[in-house]
């Protein structure tokens, strides 16, 4: 996710993916994948953050790739491990302990072959409320109405306008402004910016070759956060809880193309006991 107040990111233009650099982001966002589906295999109670960090990062070079995530803009670890009232951000370590009732985003990139992959699913363990399992069910449904926006010939507000329809306008939710999607290729972060909320017809116009993160971050309650003391974790101002789950896109002519690939993770999910399968 790009946080242009913590990254302090400029960004000066829109570059426009080949087929076959596509294909190498793609290579890259599958090995996201395959980290996000061994740490649902792995999420339990009682189990530390670290843990499924060093997991990640292990698996990660043995594919002789390098995490996207450690020391960009000074981060320490391989994932972003929030859980609960942290909406994106939130650093891995022994002193954090799951839950039986926690939901547990993870955010992983990966770089090979000179490009980045990114993508973020949120864990739901089998204690969680019936209302906890509908924020993150409505925010995963989202995710795939701003997918189906991401076609050539519309806007980059049409993407926007349909996640925040979804979840604001239809489900009372709040919908982060402060934190949005992004380009996606031999950076991590580049043009263009891609917001979770706006207008039909606005922005930028989508053509193909555009690669894309979308990234809903919804809230169960309203729409602000804050910065946690760490001056990395971002959290809900009211301390209620937060969804997020993300694809790396490629803008296509009737349809997008889904990059990452979630369905690895539904079966290590749905065979993990502890946790409640989101799809």
């Known amino acids: 996710m790009e946080l242009q107040r ?5 960004y000066s233009m829109v570059y426009y993916k080949t087929s076959e650099e596509i294909e190498l982001i793609r290579a890259s966002c599958l090995l996201v994948s395959k980290v996000l589906a061994h740490v649902g295999s792995l999420i339990r109670p009682g189990l530390t953050a670290d843990i499924i960090d060093r997991e990640a990062e292990s698996l990660i070079r043995d594919h002789g790739a390098v995490p996207s995530f450690k020391g960009y803009g000074g981060f320490p670890a391989t994932l ?7 909406v994106v951000h939130g650093i891995p370590s ?10 547990i985003s993870v955010d992983c990139g990966a770089y090979m072959n000179g490009f980045h992959g990114d993508s973020a699913y949120t ?3 089998g204690g969680a409320s019936s209302e906890v399992i509908q924020l993150c069910e409505i925010t ?3 995710l795939y109405k701003g997918i189906s926006a991401a076609v050539e010939g519309n806007r980059l507000g049409d993407i926007g306008f349909a996640i925040q329809h ?3 306008s239809q489900h009372g939710y709040g919908v982060v402004r402060e934190l949005v999607g992004h380009g996606v290729g031999r950076e991590l972060h580049e043009s263009p910016q891609v917001p979770n909320y706006g207008k039909r017809g606005r922005g930028l116009k989508l053509k193909e070759g555009l690669v894309i993160a979308i990234e809903p971050m919804i809230n169960m309650g309203k729409h602000q956060v804050e910065t946690a003391p760490d001056n990395w974790s971002i959290i809900t101002r009211d301390r209620k809880v937060s969804a997020h789950y ?3 896109v490629a803008v296509g002519k009737g349809k997008a193309d889904i990059l990452s690939d979630h369905s690895l993770l539904y079966e290590t999910v749905a065979s993990n006991e ?4 989101i799809k």
């Not at 913590?6 to 400029?10: C, G, P, Q, V």
């Open 6 to 10: 913590e990254f302090n990111i400029l």
């Open 80 to 86: 972003c491990v929030s859980v609960n009232e942290i």
């Open 94 to 103: 022994e002193k954090q302990v799951f839950g039986e009732s926690d939901v």
């Open 123 to 125: 864990f739901v363990m």
């Open 140 to 142: 995963n449904q989202s």
């Open 166 to 168: 979804y979840t604001e």
């Open 246 to 248: 993300e694809h790396t």
């Open 274 to 277: 502890n946790l409640f399968l």
